[in-house]
């Protein structure tokens, strides 16, 4: 299919959507900043940013390389610490998160710590950074990552950041704040949700040229497929020329 | 109180309350003392082998490479690593030998550059031994917890996860909400290394720029060695004491270090010397080239006044000067391949 956009845009695009005008989001480095700056940038102006080191509503000039680097206080409200934004998420003002990951199950669970026996592993992955907290303490999360059979898997290798855990209800009986969990997921091929009832993963809209077929055949687990799925919008060109003001050298879009 | 999990990663740092508050009697001076010093001098006295360490700054933002890279010189052996947000520092560290076991909120990655070629070979191949896991979250309020002199702060963290299961921390139930609960053990590190922007000759530190962990980890350190981009007088602290996140009671020594955090990044000074570490991620991607780098770049130098002529010198610092203040644009190596 002839497309004038990069998978990374449309990714983007599509986070970008999600976020509402005068809420707030912990973002991290790469594609959640490039959906958190968009949304800003068009129809959330009044989105307030919050970085896991202390960066509080910033006007982001340019890209961050770390969510410790000084682009995330730049013309900041605050440039404050770990333990004031960690414990306003603790405290609820903080509305969306985002997360990665190497591996998913169907409940929304991430792994991003190791790949086999954690005692012996295949390959070490950086661990949980400030995902468990974004993943326990933010009231929706939003989870971007890339979809294939050895991604979307029906039990992980390492349960790094809760998503629902093992059901409805699991989230609150083990003590995490109620009323919180994962909200949406992105990948290359659609966008998904969390069924009310199961909490397991459900298919909201595929990506524009992507098949039902294809979804399914690239998950290790059985997805709820519901007879009305709808299609992804694609970024008009001034999303696309403000996703390139933001990132000029295309670190993360790509060319 | 009712017990509902025990963590079962391996409790490191911890002193019962009492022990510690005795130990800060008899070891921490609470006199004006000049405490200027040398990097040689600080890393012989207080980073003795098998201490733990803990960096701060951001893995990358303001870490003190001066004494790192003097750790490395002195060749410690057996130090474990508090693994908060640990980049550029742990990295080095333990490709260099000199860490032998961390616990990890975050490490063997590079963020945006990618994963950590050295690090994460040293873990795999069980060189350096992961004693546990825990959240970035979970680690600052294990500091908080050794900064109030407490045992243990409760937390809404790790609740249901493995990362819990292989952690310190102990679920119980709250007597208040009668919720499970999450209580983070405190962690007292044995030295701690910190790059501030100014600081006297007394230890009186300032940073500009956001504090991440550093307030409570200063706190939490039972010795602290501050690098300073430049040594003030005590006039100037105390002209604007609002603005000192670390007093110097808190600080065992003092030494100027301009430009001392390089290649990481330094607010309002410098931003990362992305060839630098770009040359690093490439050479270590091999140990014989991780070990070529050492040579060039640590035994090989007298100083770290040496060291900064071998990077690029003044004509580099005012480059990176210049990007941190968006007046040049990003040239990063790993940037290009992404291309």
């Not at chain 1, 968009?38 to 959330?44: I, V």
């Not at chain 2, 032998?100 to 040293?122: D, N």
């Not at chain 2, 962990?213 to 040594?231: G, K």
């Not at chain 2, 301009?258 to 309002?268: I, V």
Request: proline share 6%; aromatic share 8%.
């Amino acid at each position: 299919m002839n497309r004038d956009y990069t998978p990374i845009e449309l990714l983007a695009y599509v986070a970008a959507g999600l976020l509402e005008d005068n809420k707030s989001v912990f973002v991290g480095t790469g594609l959640p900043m490039i959906a958190g700056m968009l949304a800003q940038r068009t129809h959330a102006p009044g989105l307030l940013i919050i970085f896991e080191a202390g960066g509080i509503g910033p006007q982001v000039p340019v890209l961050p390389i770390s969510v410790g680097d000084s682009r995330t206080f730049y013309r900041a409200v605050s440039a404050s610490s770990m333990h004031d934004v960690m414990s306003a998420s603790q405290s609820g003002y903080v509305d969306y998160g985002f997360l990665g990951a190497a591996q998913i199950d169907p409940y929304g669970n991430l792994n991003t710590t190791v790949i086999g026996d954690w005692s012996a592993p295949r390959a070490r992955l950086p661990g949980s950074g400030g995902a468990n907290d974004v993943g326990s303490l933010c009231w929706r999360t939003i989870i971007v990552m890339r979809q294939d059979r050895r991604r979307f898997v029906p039990k992980l290798d390492f349960i790094t950041t809760p998503g629902y855990l093992d059901g409805p209800g699991a989230r609150e009986r083990a003590g995490l704040p109620a009323g919180s969990g994962p909200y949406r997921l992105i990948t290359q091929l659609g966008m998904y949700g969390f069924d009310e009832q199961s909490r397991q993963m459900k298919l909201l809209a595929t990506h524009p040229g992507v098949t039902v077929e294809e979804i399914r055949d690239n998950s290790s687990f059985e997805l709820i497929v519901p007879e009305d799925v709808g299609t992804t919008e694609p970024p008009p060109p001034e999303a696309r020329r403000i996703m390139r003001e933001i990132d000029p050298t295309g670190m993360v879009i790509g060319k | 109180m009712n017990t509902l999990q025990v963590g079962h990663g391996e409790l490191i740092g911890w002193h019962d309350p009492d022990e510690h508050r005795a130990w800060v009697a008899t070891h921490k001076s609470r006199a004006l003392e000049d405490k200027r010093t040398t990097v040689r001098e600080a890393v012989e006295r207080y980073v003795p082998d098998g201490a733990i360490l803990a960096c701060g700054g951001f893995g990358h933002i303001r870490v003190s490479m001066a004494v790192i890279y003097e750790i490395i010189r002195q060749r410690r052996r057996d130090l474990t690593f508090c693994g908060k947000t640990a980049v550029h520092d742990s990295d080095i560290l333990i490709a260099a030998g000199c860490i032998s076991r961390i616990e990890v909120a975050y490490a063997f990655g590079h963020e945006l550059r990618g994963l950590s070629p050295a690090s994460r070979r040293a873990a795999e191949s069980g060189r350096c031994q992961v004693v546990g896991e825990i959240s970035n979250a979970g680690y600052q309020w294990r500091f908080l917890a050794a900064a109030m002199g407490l045992p243990f702060v409760p937390a809404r963290v790790m609740l249901g996860t493995d990362t819990l299961a292989h952690s310190s921390a102990r679920v119980v139930e709250d007597p208040f909400s009668g919720k499970p609960i999450c209580l983070l053990p405190a962690c007292y590190p044995d030295v701690v290394l910190m790059h501030v922007h100014r600081c006297d000759r007394y230890g009186d530190a300032q940073i500009d720029g956001i504090a991440i962990e550093d307030f409570e980890l200063a706190r939490a350190a039972r010795r602290l060695i501050v690098t300073t981009e430049e040594i003030v007088d005590d006039g100037v602290i105390r002209s604007q004491p609002w603005r000192t996140l670390i007093p110097y009671y808190l600080v065992d020594a003092v030494i100027e270090v301009p430009y001392g955090a390089h290649p990481t990044l330094m607010p309002d000074r410098y931003y990362f010397d992305e060839a630098h570490i770009g040359e690093w991620l490439r050479l270590s991607k091999t140990d014989a080239g991780a070990a070529e780098y050492f040579d060039k770049y640590v035994y090989g130098v007298d100083g770290f006044g040496e060291y900064l002529e071998l990077v690029g010198g003044q004509e580099q610092l005012e480059y990176l000067r210049q990007v941190e203040h968006l007046e040049a644009p990003l040239r990063a190596p790993w940037l290009e391949e992404k291309k």
